[in-house]
């Protein structure tokens, strides 16, 4: 087969791709091919560059049946990757000697790491949904057994767990709520925002609500405003659901009676982490225990909790931090949580102007 002919079509192919030769020399092998193993491929032995028995057996029963074979292969390179590799013979027949045969291999790599890790991210999700729901279906059960049974004519018992009743429809009650939330998030968090928000005014307003909402969170909040804060372009309902939680939390999870500072500060265009656009930064600071190091990278998970039993008896579903994300990754803002033991927790969201 003609060697150009190889090299031409094996460099129009969109993934890894590698032709070998019967003793297993590559040949030929396109661009990205040569990203993932090395720029000198040309001569080398497949097994150096690919020392896995997986995808020798591919490549020996490609040969022994002509048969296009696959396999799958975990590859360590700077992270580790799933590829679907596949092996296929190329032959034709030699017009000058009958029954001659110039063979050669096309081994391919395909990369199915993120459809893997989405399958794992489903069933972990459905896990936590299952866990987090069968918990007061669980409490409900019995509550109902009990009522039926040994409280059917107490009525101080009746009353408390009626009461215990819902509280526990309640918590499945945000909790569809917040799965509801972040479908619809999903689904549009391609689309950026259109309007306009002044910022200061929008936390002032989630603020009061707060306040107004628990004797708790009363003068505790202190909001450090500065000068000409010019507006976000934003979603007014969901940047509100963003500092609701995000406020809500600090004076939830922070000592009693000790304040919650909220600062906003303007960078403008051209400035440390501005863009072209500038950026508009809030910055919540509370007094809590802290969290740990470990924890941070995660709080933004689904269903993830630094402190589980706390959150659940709290009321939290575990999705708040996930749906702040995922509003923020509309708005193309960030959303930043620094953390230290005995010290408190800050929470930075730089918004585009």
């Given at each position: 087969m003609n060697p150009f002919f190889l090299k031409t079509i094996v460099e129009a192919l969109p993934h890894p791709a590698i032709i070998l030769e019967p003793g297993f020399n590559i040949s030929c092998a396109n661009t990205p091919a040569r990203k993932l193993f090395g720029e000198d491929l040309a001569g080398t032995d497949f097994i150096r560059i690919l020392r896995q028995p997986d995808a020798v057996n591919c490549l020996n029963q490609a040969v022994e049946t002509g048969k296009i074979v696959t396999s799958t292969l975990v590859l360590r390179l700077q992270t580790p990757r799933t590829y679907k590799a596949s092996a296929?013979?190329?032959s034709t027949k030699n017009e000058n000697e009958a029954g001659d045969k110039t063979r050669a291999i096309l081994f391919t790599l395909i990369?199915?790491?993120a459809e893997i890790d989405a399958e794992k991210s489903r069933s972990t999700f459905v896990a936590n949904v299952s866990h987090e729901l069968r918990s007061p279906l669980t409490s409900l059960m019995g509550i109902v057994e009990t009522l039926q049974g040994p409280a059917r004519n107490d009525e101080k018992a009746r009353e408390r767990f009626l009461n215990l009743m819902?509280?526990?429809?309640?918590?499945m009650s945000r909790l569809v709520g917040d799965l509801l939330s972040l479908s619809?998030?999903?689904a549009k968090e391609h689309l950026a925002p259109e309007g306009s928000v002044d910022v200061l005014r929008l936390i002032r307003h989630v603020?009061?609500?707060?306040?107004?909402?628990?004797d708790a969170y009363k003068n505790r909040v202190q909001i450090d405003p500065p000068e000409d804060l010019p507006p976000v372009t934003a979603d007014p309902d969901e940047l509100t659901e963003v500092f609701q939680n995000l406020?809500?939390?600090?004076?939830?999870y922070s000592t009693p009676e000790t304040p919650v500072?909220?600062?906003?500060?303007?960078?403008p265009p051209g400035s440390a982490g501005s863009g072209n656009r500038g950026r508009v930064c809030v910055r919540i600071r509370d007094q809590s225990e802290g969290i740990a190091p470990k924890h941070l990278p995660r709080l933004t998970e689904r269903f993830y909790r630094a402190d589980k039993g706390r959150s659940r008896d709290m009321g939290g579903t575990g999705l708040g931090l996930a749906i702040t994300k995922h509003i923020l990754n509309r708005h193309r803002a960030t959303l930043a949580i620094d953390s230290t033991l005995g010290?408190?927790?800050v929470v930075t969201v730089m918004l585009v102007v």
């Open positions: 296929a013979i190329l990369d199915i790491s819902q509280d526990e429809t309640g918590r619809k998030l999903e603020t009061t609500v707060l306040v107004e909402s628990k406020i809500e939390n600090a004076l939830k500072h909220i600062e906003l500060t303007h960078r010290e408190g927790t």
